[in-house]
């Protein structure tokens, strides 16, 4: 009698590669991520090959911008259980790729760790996952922050540390610290660079556009 298959979640967290638009984003949702008990790594398009070698994923998360005709057939010869592809409007796939899904990327963090913990058990056939609920969600998540967090946030979307964003905005580096870890708690994640993570989500930029809050 033939053995079946260990599935993914039995031997240990999902190993997700992340290769974004930029290194940035892809570091921050790979952060978030392993905040979320994944084993999350990133990548740049140019060591992308280097990160399959290194570490064989079970899932593979590609921004939408990256995904041509060479990326596609790279990313088809991976045995993977699922290629999610990151787009800001849900739009469909530029270039067909296998087990692909697509995935807003200003959905809740939590709806693409769903995606992710799914993946063997996901119909493998593109999908459109996106929706004007979860931008109200995301909108009223940073609806709790105060203006003054607002303006930490944006300086911390530049990498500011922390004497950085008490000498840019003119207060304490105490005080900046308590603005932060009121943040992280606001937000629910555990991390700057998870609450930046998010903040590109919501599609935050670090010229200050993007989502406010009032207050």
Partial sequence: MRARATPVSARGPFRVLVVDRSNLEAACLAELLCEAG?????????????????????????????????????????????????????????????????????????????????????????DIAGSNNSDDALAATFAQLTEREMDVLHVLLRGADTQELAEELGISTNTIRTHVRNILVKLGVHSRLGAVALALRAGLRNDGSGASADG
């Fill in 38 to 126: 994944l084993e999350g790594s990133h990548t740049s398009l140019e060591k992308f090959e280097l990160g399959l070698a290194n570490a064989p994923p079970d899932v593979v998360v590609v921004g939408i911008e990256l995904l041509d005709e060479d990326m596609a057939a790279r990313v088809d010869a991976l045995a993977v259980g699922r290629v999610i592809v990151l787009s800001d409007d849900g739009g469909t796939l530029p270039v067909p790729v296998r087990r692909a899904v697509v995935v807003n990327r200003r959905q809740q963090p939590q709806h693409l760790i769903a995606v992710i913990h799914g993946a063997e058990a996901t119909d493998p056939r593109p």
